[in-house]
């Protein structure tokens, strides 16, 4: 029916739940998202496999469901990966331009990205992505596309994300198990900046910050280039095995209670009052102090953002922050989330839309579907890209060496 | 109020302090003969072993054979009780040996028979002769057997018993810090090192004088009465961000586990060598770690600025709890604090009262509840304070981490992120 090229699917194999999205290119070139799946997650533990026999069984929930719903069957997937070992730094890279006339060719442009990419990784990271920040040329800053440009040295800074590669291959093995071809391989932070960020919001200055079940993931673009890109170990899951501690419910409970009366801020009104529910047999539970559980989980938030910020803060990366913190992931639906943040940032705080790409509307307006969606859009520009130089075939090859080995 | 106490003649304040290093047993010898050749101004070194052929060796210029008649200076041959037959056997040349020093440091390595035997015996003598005994000691590495591990445990025991402060050195923690190209030589080399490296710490702080002085008596107010073990650790970093590599060092450091020691310790020395370059705000960020992670604890800074640690940092951290089970058995240590009037007089103890220099403690008398329970409520608003904040730390024992229990911890600034946060921030809920 359809011509599998046209067809982009985007995979994440989150901590808390699987989550496919099916998108389209239309005739005109536009990218409209036509099926959604997701299965609950059992396999995952901080956003790494930790059973891969049930994560391979939600993940086929989740691509049986994408399947019926897009009436698509699908082939390869856009596979998004995350873990505490996923680090993300900048580079420089220099290349002489050899040519006789001087004048930088596509070739140079490669080479150069290449030597920005032989960094001194520990011997078991590989480098998930390399992307380009800004050329210079002879010292002339600020060069976008040097090619065609004269000159005698052509230098790059690229952001390099690298992560430790059986780790990696843990998840694309999961894939590969199912008979789907990965087609690349995405950090999430990066997918999710990418669904949510518009070009002006990039070139302002955004923190995006996706607040998983096992990890918060988040990416900086300034001046329209990524900056920075982190992973924090810490998510939805530490917030409700706080609550299970600190008020000696059951983790189902805790899950219950932070979904159902989970706040980031502490109301002063709250004080002294409790929360009763009844059980499953209908019998009154134990009461629980709704201002114990507000401190716990603002006190968790208040630290995960903090530690973000911890982080971006050295690189005096805040105050080129103008369009602000965008939220998503299942953590944004936390109540008083974006005030948290906006506080501990010292900036506004959005929940983030992804509103740049057309297609089903239940699947565009949940936050937790954001990394799904920008890892279909980093395919559909993948994709745009392919006739021109053959980069995702080149990135396709370095997974399949990363197999061989 | 009454008349201003007397202030001492000035010479008088700062006293000479003579400090000993006795290496006893093999493993005692041979850090002792590290620690003397690594240069030790005003220390005087003795190697005292079982052993003559081994003491032969020992680059130590001051030697002894322990037991000669018993042993036929022929080692103790792994045997504690010979060890310390040996030893109470030449209790009155040892007594010679501890007279009039301040502080004897005892290096042993434990587990062997010498050492484990020995090293109890020579403490108790150096205490009863008024010097504070300050004992580190090197626990056998695993594959050495169940065996001296046990001698080992029995004999740490003992030596905890017997002197101020013992600072252990498990063997097996090592491993932490070596590689698999590491030879068996230079695995005991690093050993001596760190034994080596203990030694030059606390006596760079009680010989020196800092900016911020640490000396003989807050050394004292960590270790002494403790009869707990002490850990140690120093780190030393250089260039632009020595402070916050330096702390990074200390945490990471194998014998303070992941910084869970200094959670569990209620005393903490801390000095800090610098060169003149030393700036406060480096200060700063050693302590903000530092303050963090023990934050019941009660922390002494010291800080020195040395023309030869220009451009570097060192630190050095003295960490010493107290068991839980100790803390209602002991009163007070210190003498300044304890209330004497309100304890009732069967408490203390004359011969300590007649004997001031000698600093024998004698074993706690038997008290049954009632009386204790007459003695807490006696006891000043200021002990009662202390208690209070003593009892807060009990908990804590088991770190809770729930469903990340197997899974790989997250560790960020030394701080386990999958314990709750709450808890981390020690912020109550009633």
């Known amino acids: ?405 | 109020m009454s008349a201003p106490p007397e202030i001492p003649a000035v010479p008088d304040v700062r006293k000479k302090l003579t400090l000993k290093v006795f290496g006893v047993g093999g493993a005692g010898c041979n850090a002792a003969g590290s620690a003397a050749q690594a240069g030790f101004a005003e220390l005087e070194f003795l190697a005292i072993n079982t052993d003559s052929q081994a003491l032969s060796v020992t680059p130590v210029a001051a030697k002894f054979v322990l037991g000669a008649s018993r042993t036929r200076g022929l080692g103790a041959g792994g045997d504690p009780d010979l060890g310390r037959a040996a030893a109470e056997e030449d209790v009155e040349k040892l007594r010679g040996f501890c007279n009039g020093s301040d502080i004897i440091f005892l290096l042993a390595g434990l587990g062997g028979g010498t050492g484990t035997g020995a090293a109890p015996v020579i403490a108790r003598i150096a205490r009863e002769s008024g010097a504070l005994v300050l004992a580190l000691v090197t626990l056998p590495f695993e594959f050495e057997g169940a065996r001296r591990q046990l001698q080992a445990q029995t004999g740490l025991q003992r030596l905890k018993a017997a002197a101020d402060a013992v600072i252990c050195l498990p063997n097996q923690k090592l491993f932490k810090l070596l590689d698999e190209k590491t030879s068996v030589l230079e695995g005991f080399a690093i050993s001596n090192s760190l034994l080596t490296e203990g030694l030059r710490g606390i006596w760079r702080l009680l010989t020196q004088t800092g900016l911020i002085n640490v000396d003989f008596a807050d050394l004292c107010s960590v270790t002494r009465g403790r009869h707990a073990a002490s850990l140690f650790a120093t780190a030393e970093a250089t260039g632009e961000k020595r402070a916050e590599q330096a702390m990074e060092k200390l945490l990471a450091h194998p014998l303070l586990d992941g910084g869970q020691v200094l959670t569990e310790s209620d005393s903490v020395l801390i000095s800090v060598a610098g060169g003149p370059d030393l700036m406060m705000a480096e200060i700063n960020k050693l302590m903000e770690p530092l303050r963090r992670q023990c934050e019941n604890a009660h922390i002494i800074f010291g800080a020195a600025i040395d023309q030869q640690f220009a451009g570097r940092i060192s630190v050095t951290l003295i960490a010493s709890s107290q068991p839980q089970h100790d803390k209602p058995a002991m009163p007070l240590p210190l003498p300044e604090v304890s209330p004497a009037a309100s304890v009732p007089l069967e408490f203390l103890d004359p011969e300590a009262k007649d004997r001031p220099a000698s600093r024998f403690v004698a074993p706690p008398p038997t008290i049954t509840d009632e009386k204790k329970e007459q003695l807490y409520r006696g006891q000043t608003g200021r002990a009662r304070k202390r208690s209070s904040r003593l009892q807060k730390e009990l908990p804590l024992e088991i770190v809770f981490k729930g469903r990340f229990d197997k899974s790989e911890p997250t560790v960020r600034h030394g701080e386990d992120l999958d314990v709750p946060t709450y808890i981390r921030q020690g912020v109550p809920l009633n």
């Open chain 1, 1 to 405: 029916m359809f011509d599998s090229s046209s067809i982009i699917v985007g995979l994440e194999i989150g901590t808390s739940k699987i989550c496919v999205v099916v998108g389209e290119i239309n005739a005109a070139g536009a990218l409209n998202i036509i099926g959604v799946g997701q299965a609950r997650s059992r396999g995952v533990r901080k956003g790494e496999i930790c059973d891969a026999t049930l994560a391979a069984e939600d993940v086929r929930n989740a691509i049986v469901e994408a399947e019926q719903m897009a009436n698509v069957e699908i082939r390869s997937v856009y596979l998004g990966v995350t873990g505490n070992h996923v680090r993300g730094f900048n580079n420089h890279g220099v290349h002489p331009v050899v040519s006789a006339d001087r004048e930088i060719t596509a070739e140079d442009v490669q080479d150069v990205i290449k030597n920005a990419k032989a960094i001194n990784l520990p011997s078991d990271h590989t480098v998930v992505h390399a992307i380009r920040q800004h050329f210079h040329v002879d010292g002339q800053n600020g060069i976008l596309n040097p090619v065609g440009m004269y000159g005698a040295r052509v230098e790059v800074d690229v952001h390099v994300v690298h992560g430790h590669i059986d780790r990696l291959k843990n998840s694309i093995a999961v894939v590969k198990g199912l008979h789907l071809e990965v087609d690349e391989i995405v950090f999430t932070g990066l997918a999710s900046a990418l669904a949510l960020l518009s070009n002006e919001q990039k070139e302002l200055g955004s923190l995006v910050i996706d607040l998983g079940g096992g990890t918060a993931n988040y990416a900086v673009y300034a001046e329209g280039i990524i900056k920075h890109t982190g992973v924090l170990a810490v998510g939805g899951d530490h917030v409700s095995n706080d609550l299970a501690y600190g008020l000696k419910v059951p983790l189902g409970r805790a899950e219950q209670l932070k979904i159902e009366n989970g706040s980031a801020l502490i109301e002063t009104a709250i004080k002294g009052e409790t929360l009763s529910t009844p059980g499953e047999l209908g019998l009154p539970q134990k009461p629980i102090n709704l201002e114990h559980l507000r401190r716990i989980m603002a006190l968790r938030l208040r630290e995960t953002f903090e530690l973000i910020e911890s982080d971006l803060s050295p690189l005096a990366l805040l105050e080129h922050l103008r369009a602000g913190v965008f939220l998503c992931g299942g953590g944004a639906r936390i109540a008083g989330v974006r005030e948290l943040a906006a506080d501990v940032f010292a900036l506004p705080a959005f929940l983030g839309k992804t509103n740049s790409i057309s297609g089903l509307k239940s699947a565009l307006d949940q936050p937790e579907f954001a990394t799904a969606i920008g890892l279909v859009k980093f395919g559909s520009l993948q994709q745009k890209r392919k006739p021109a130089n053959g980069f995702a075939d080149s990135l396709k090859k370095t997974i399949e060496e990363m197999f061989k080995r």
